[in-house]
């Protein structure tokens, strides 16, 4: 066995970047991913911890704190998903820390209408006037569980599972030439 | 159809998978005996009006919902986490 020749590919390799239209998707490589839930009555406890290690609060329900690089994005009731640095040891006080690394495919969509793109495939509506900056929703993209999160004027960032990118990238790459092609 | 998840607001149907009347919540004694077991196990109703649903929020935030329905005219009336608080 070559166990030595073995390279660490990322979940989106050889598929993407990707540009059509105005549109475009990139793969994101988010560095470390944990879970983070709280125990029982430590919500608060957290929150501090998470500030003063990390410099973002935990999440409130369907938001997401910190920018590009060090993220926490709310993934569910109790679960809060920790994305970029490393978590602080203080935080297994008071939380559950699972790491998730690999476990995720992240991109990031971007572009004018890349809320044409995503209103084809996600029922929720991602409009500005309805999702802005710092807001996230756990919904369907088309038949995939994601996690969308807007982190830009015109940018989303985009998980599902690992092994469902490249369903992901197929089921993209379709609404976007469906949008580029009505002008 | 729309369901309104109390943690991430109005939803559509797809997002969510039914699981059944909302008994499951009131689950007997393991010494409640035979009778109390043959109800939970077997025996529900089917009523023309109010009814308590399990929703779970698959294709979202995981949540296990109960719906407050009515069976006649469809209105949903209610929903809440099924664990009680919010968390």
Redesign the interface.
């Known amino acids: 066995m070559c166990v030595d020749k073995l390279n660490a590919q990322t979940p989106c390799d050889g598929l993407l970047p990707l540009t059509i239209g105005t549109v475009s998707v990139t793969e994101v490589d988010p560095g470390a991913i944990h879970a983070v839930s709280a125990f029982q009555g430590q ?1 608060k406890s957290l929150s501090e911890a998470m500030k003063a290690a990390h410099g973002m609060a935990l999440p409130a ?2 938001r997401a704190t910190g920018k590009s690089g060090a993220r926490a994005v709310w ?4 679960q809060t998903m920790l994305i970029g640095p490393a978590p602080d040891p203080s935080l297994s006080a008071y939380a559950a820390v699972v790491d998730q690394s690999d476990a995720w495919a992240v991109v990031r969509l971007e572009g004018d209408g890349a809320e044409d793109v995503l209103a084809r495939l996600v ?2 509506d991602l409009r500005p006037q309805n999702f802005k900056r710092g807001y996230t ?4 993209l088309f038949h995939m ?1 994601a996690s969308i999160t807007r982190v830009g004027e015109k940018a989303f960032q985009i998980m599902v599972f690992r092994s469902m990118a490249t369903s992901l990238v197929n089921d993209l790459q379709r609404a976007m030439e469906g949008v580029a092609a009505r002008g | 159809m729309r369901i309104t998840c109390p943690y991430c607001g109005e939803r559509d149907r797809r997002e969510f998978y039914y699981r059944g009347a909302a008994v499951d919540l009131d689950r007997p004694a393991p010494d409640a005996g035979p009778e109390a077991w043959d109800d939970f196990v077997y025996l529900r109703d089917n009523p023309a009006g109010e009814t308590r649903d399990l929703w779970y929020h698959e294709g979202g935030c995981g949540a296990w919902i109960v719906v407050t329905r009515n069976t006649l005219t469809h209105e949903i009336s209610a929903t809440e986490p099924a664990s009680g608080g919010k968390r």
């Open positions: 919500a329900p369907n993934f569910g009731p109790g029922p929720v929703a756990r919904t369907l569980t």
